[in-house]
């Protein structure tokens, strides 16, 4: 364990109430300060033609299934009967070892 001196003691003491000077005042202040600042006033919006002249939804509206476009994209993409022949996607290389997937 190590021991300190005295003196290095009354250093550690002066360090923290020099410190102590310091950060209460400044805590003060800033507490103070927030008690003492006026209530802010609500914010109203402001209308602006143009942007009320927008639709508030799209006119093609719908939800995207995400499951079946996801099912969908393999289906695509890990076609190992290649039935879509102008986009080879995905094919087998060295007798099943690994698999190709061509640059476009």
């Known amino acids: 364990m190590c021991q300190l001196t005295t003196v290095e003691v009354d250093e550690?003491?002066?360090e923290v109430s020099n410190m102590r000077k310091y950060v209460v005042p400044i805590g003060l202040c800033l507490l103070v300060s927030v008690m003492v600042s006026p209530a802010q006033q609500p914010v109203h919006q402001v209308s602006i033609p143009a942007i009320e002249n927008y639709p508030t939804i799209p006119s093609p509206f719908g939800i995207i299934d995400f499951r079946q476009r996801a099912r969908d994209f393999d289906d695509?993409?890990?076609d190992w009967n290649q039935s879509y022949k102008d986009c080879i996607t995905i094919t087998w290389g060295?007798?099943?070892?690994?698999?190709?997937?061509?640059?476009?």
């Open 12 to 14: 550690q003491r002066r």
């Open 76 to 78: 695509f993409v890990y």
């Open 94 to 104: 060295d007798g099943n070892q690994y698999v190709l997937m061509p640059n476009y």
